[in-house]
């Protein structure tokens, strides 16, 4: 882990921090780097390069942590015009189109209500009902994302139960979380897709493995479940060593490209990212997109040094 990773998190909950960072203009080479602008006529573009590319891409509309039923309501309304302009998007772009969709859309149930007090999990189901609905009928996928550890069992319930309608519905599951690899074993069956990420949020070392080395060894325990288990393994790391860890799990499962994918972030290791197209792999890219991009950028820059001193340097020299 970054050792800095911890004092980014924490100060990155400052509201004088997050005053002064947001008045960075997001088409600042620093924000776009990570994040594809502020509306989704910025996106469309991005997205477009990447399905040309080769690449397949997941869509996140920035935001979390809604307190407001009003704002959950225009994140409900914002991604059903994002599915439908992914899906022109798909139709406009050459290439195949198989039965797994190229292009998905991945969200926060937290920004869909989850928050709301005590009927907030009923009420970010119910969106999500609406927004898988809407993207069986585009042929776009659904991922929901995983938040700090307090959501993960409400987040897991919601999964759960849409899954009965919605079978391809997949999650995100962090492996730095000890409970990741019981969840692993409970939701990988027949028909289930599940995204095997590190994990991003500052938690406490009761729920988390705190040192890399373990949070690695979780990861490669999921994934050997993941590899043998569920339907369809998506790897969400940079990580060269839990990609050919994959690779080689592939290999001993008899699976073939195209029976799981790698999943990354737009910005990071775009060479590696071409390198595994070129070789034949599924390869997705996650576009966030929003004018909410801060809490996205912070653990981005709390991922890597020098990624901050890249920030601070861009941050001096306006
Ligand atoms: P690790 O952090 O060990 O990095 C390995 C290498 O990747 C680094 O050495 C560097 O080369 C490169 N790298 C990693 N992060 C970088 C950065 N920020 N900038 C530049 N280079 C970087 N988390 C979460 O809590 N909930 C979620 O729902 C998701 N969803 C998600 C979707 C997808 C598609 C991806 C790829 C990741 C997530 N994450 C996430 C984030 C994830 O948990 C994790 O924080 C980052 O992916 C970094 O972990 P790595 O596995 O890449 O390894």
Request: aromatic share 8%; glycine share 4%.
């Amino acid at each position: 882990m970054n050792p800095l990773r911890p004092a980014i998190l924490a100060a990155a909950g400052s509201s004088k921090l997050k005053d002064a960072i947001t008045r960075v203009p997001v088409t600042a080479a620093v924000v776009r780097r990570f994040v594809a602008g502020e509306a989704r006529a910025d996106l469309v573009p991005v997205a477009t390069a990447l399905l040309e590319s080769g690449r397949s891409v997941s869509v996140d509309f920035l935001g979390e942590y809604t307190t407001d039923r009003a704002q959950a309501d225009a994140a409900v309304t914002e991604y059903l015009s994002l599915i439908d302009d992914l899906a022109e998007v798909d139709h406009a772009v050459p290439g195949a189109h198989s039965e797994i969709p190229r292009v998905e859309v991945s969200l926060k149930l937290s920004a869909l209500g989850q928050s709301l007090g005590q009927d907030g999990p009923a009420i970010a189901a119910e969106n999500l009902h609406k927004l898988c609905t809407k993207a069986v009928e585009r042929h776009v996928w659904v991922t929901v994302d995983a938040e700090d550890h307090t959501t993960t069992e409400d987040t897991l319930d919601a999964v759960r139960l849409a899954r009965a309608e919605f079978p391809w519905l997949a999650v995100a599951l962090q492996t730095y979380l000890r409970q990741a690899e019981d969840n692993a074993r409970d939701l990988a069956t027949d028909g289930t897709r599940i995204r095997l990420c590190k994990g991003a949020y500052q938690e406490p070392a009761t729920v988390a493995y705190r040192r890399r080395a373990e949070v690695d060894a979780s990861y490669l325990r999921c994934l050997d479940v993941l590899m043998r288990d569920a339907w369809y393994p998506m790897i969400a790391s940079h990580d060269p060593a839990m990609i050919a860890a994959a690779l080689t799990l592939a290999s001993e499962n008899n699976h073939s490209p195209g029976d799981y994918e790698f999943q990354m972030l737009y910005g990071i290791r775009d060479d590696e990212q071409r390198r595994l197209v070129s070789e034949g792999h599924a390869l997705r890219v996650y576009i966030p997109y929003g004018t909410q991009w801060y809490g996205y950028l912070m653990r981005r820059l709390a991922e890597r040094p020098a990624n901050l001193a890249f920030f601070l340097r861009a941050l001096t020299d306006r």
